[in-house]
Every structure is written in C-alpha cells, then in structure tokens.
C-alpha cells in the first residue's frame, strides 16, 4: 500500500488502467465459458448430472526479477485468479541486491494479493510446491522464470499444478508493403531485449522491406540500454525471411507456433483461419505485440517453443477446479448399473459386478 501511495501518479495511473482492463477481459472470459458457475441437467431416466465449479484454495504466483523485474507479470498472473475466486493468492519474486521494486509492490497491491515472499529461483518454486515453516503450500504455481524456474516447475508438476513449462519469450511478424520498416524495427527489438535467448523473426514477400527494416534495426540497436542483449538475441536466434508468397509465409508460421505472431499485413481477419497455432495473434500494424504484454486484456502468460500446438493462454478457467456430480434416481439406478455390471464383467472386475449387480 505504501509503495502504491508514493510510486509516480503516471505510473499508477497506467498500473491501475492496465489493471482494470486485464480485470475487464477475464471478467469476460469467464462469463463465455459459463461463468464458471455449477451447472445440472436431469437425464430422460430421472438422473441428475453436472459439475460444481470452484475457485482454487490458495496459487503461487512468480514474477522473475533478474534481469528485470516485471510488474506486469503480476497482474497478468494475478487477476485471472482472482476472477476466477482463488481463496489465497501468494507471490514470490527474488530481491536481486535486496532491492525490492516499489512498481511491483504497488501492483501486487492493486491485485489485492494477500501475502509476497522475497524469494527467487527453484528454490522459490520447491517452497511453493511443497511449503515451508513461512511459505504455504499451493495447488498452483503460475507465471514465467529463467531456466532454472523453468525445469523447477517441471520437476515439481504431480505434487503441484503448473501453468506450463515456459521458454525465452518470441514473435513472428508476417508483414507486406503496406508495413511500416521503423514500427517492424522497434519490435523485433522490443522482443530481443529480454534476453539474449530471445527469438524475432520477420517474415516478408517484399525483400526492400526486409532490408529497410534490418537498416533500421541496425540505427536503433546502438541507442538501447541493453543493446548487448538484443544484438546476441537477434544474432543467434533472429531472422529475417524471403518467402515467394503469403500462404509459404503462413506455412512457416504454423510451423514455428510462436508465442506472439504479428499479422502486419492488410485485411489480416481474412487469414485467421488460416493460423493453426499461436500463443496470441496481433492483427494489424497498429496492433503492436508490446500492448499484449502490458495494457490489451488477455493475460501476456503464453505457450512459448511451439507449445501453442497444445496449450492455450494462461485465464481465469485454468484456476477452476470442476468435480463431476452424479445423482441417480432408482429407475435411472436400475438401468445404468445393469450396463455397468456387463461392460466390468468384461474387464474381469468381480467386485465392479456385483457393486452394480446390487443395485439391480
């Protein structure tokens, strides 16, 4: 509360409209999934079927702070636990230098999370998965990490929930003539600046702007503060690609399922349906990838190494628990139970028999 009260009023106002707009989306979303409410129906023999839909008990939430720390992360993790009416939310984020960001305070405040824990690294994650004499154990942990997060993460997952085993964050941009070479530019740098693994890939039918845009990459690279990072990113793991035709371009798409995929090209709608995999599509050139990681509404956790094949953006419904409810009427008893005693009799289970043999 002390770091809200005393942080910059521009940089709360932006915290606390970037805020409501996350809340806004995930609001949303629940209400298009069914409102993550119970839901019933009474079957043709009496039965009564359904779910009952709840929030989590309590998730760990973690927000890297190495290289950088990152605000954003917090509400882009917290929010659409809250949404979803998680009991207890907890954050841990590492104090490198025992400095803790008042940015990131002031936003862990305004998601009203309830407890934070200075603490970084797999060591973070092991405390969370498994609790400590100050450290509760959750039944979640979400939110991105460096490496060694990462493979901690996938080690502890069974104990615990993940959201997914995230990689170096990417995008690919699909941009014609009608692209501007400066905006192409300053986002692909804006993707090479988190680390030297990060990937930004520009794909393009039109070599000229292939060139303006590597000559403008080249004019900005020496004005970043962290410009070594960006340049050994886009040096190992960068490209700017030659395709002959826009449906080669999509077909590399697919093929790489970024995390974020900038569709920098007129009437993009028309192609949508023609992208099988991505993390989150931006469409149009004034739609640029660094609103999705701060102030647009879904939250900016998404499936990275071609993991959007399988796995979706991190929203309120991955912090449901849904358990099934099963109500037989005697009649409805009756003939589930006999179908139910002929298929375990096949599978050789006596007492799966004579379980639903009684109830006939």
């Not at 990937?199 to 303006?212: H, P, T, W, Y």
């Not at 569709?263 to 192609?271: C, G, T």
Request: charged share 25%; hydrophobic share 45%; with cysteine.
């Amino acid at each position: 509360q002390e770091a809200l009260e005393t942080i910059d009023p521009l940089v709360r106002q932006a915290l606390e409209s970037a805020v409501a707009r996350v809340k806004d989306y995930h609001q949303q979303q629940l209400r298009a999934f069914g409102n993550g409410a119970d839901w019933e129906y009474t079957d043709s023999e009496g039965n009564r079927l359904g779910q009952v839909v709840r929030g989590m008990q309590r998730v760990g939430l973690y927000a890297p702070g190495g290289k950088a720390a990152y605000p954003s992360t917090v509400y882009m993790t917290a929010i659409p636990a809250k949404v979803a009416g998680v009991k207890e939310v907890v954050l841990a984020v590492p104090t490198p230098g025992g400095e803790l960001n008042e940015t990131l305070l002031a936003a862990a405040r305004l998601c009203d999370i309830d407890r934070v824990f200075t603490i970084g690294g797999a060591q973070a994650i092991a405390a969370l998965a498994y609790g400590t004499q100050t450290i509760p154990r959750v039944d979640k942990i979400v939110g991105p990490g460096n490496v060694y997060v990462a493979k901690a993460k996938e080690q502890v997952y069974g104990d615990v929930g993940i959201d997914m085993v995230a990689g170096p964050s990417e995008v690919v941009i699909v941009a014609d003539s009608s692209a501007r070479a400066d905006w192409l530019a300053v986002d692909l740098l804006a993707q090479a600046e988190h680390d030297e693994m990060a990937q930004a890939i520009l794909i393009s039918e039109d070599a000229g702007l292939l060139n303006a845009v590597e000559k403008e990459i080249q004019d900005r690279l020496e004005e970043m503060p962290r410009k070594e990072i960006a340049r050994e990113s886009l040096g190992k793991r960068g490209a700017l690609i030659k395709v002959c035709a826009r449906e080669e371009a999509l077909k590399v798409v697919n093929k790489i399922a970024p995390e974020h995929l900038e569709l920098a090209i007129d009437n993009p709608s028309a192609v949508i349906d023609e992208v099988k995999h991505a993390g989150a599509i931006f469409l149009g050139s004034h739609s640029a990838e660094v609103v999705g990681d701060y102030t647009a509404g879904p939250s900016h956790v998404l499936p990275t190494s071609g993991a959007s094949r399988f796995a979706s953006p991190l929203g309120a419904y991955d912090f449901l628990v849904k358990t099934s409810v099963i109500e037989c009427s005697m009649t409805g008893s009756v003939i589930l139970s006999r179908d139910a005693a002929i298929i375990a009799s096949e599978e050789g289970l006596y007492a799966h028999v004579e379980s639903a043999k009684s109830r006939v």
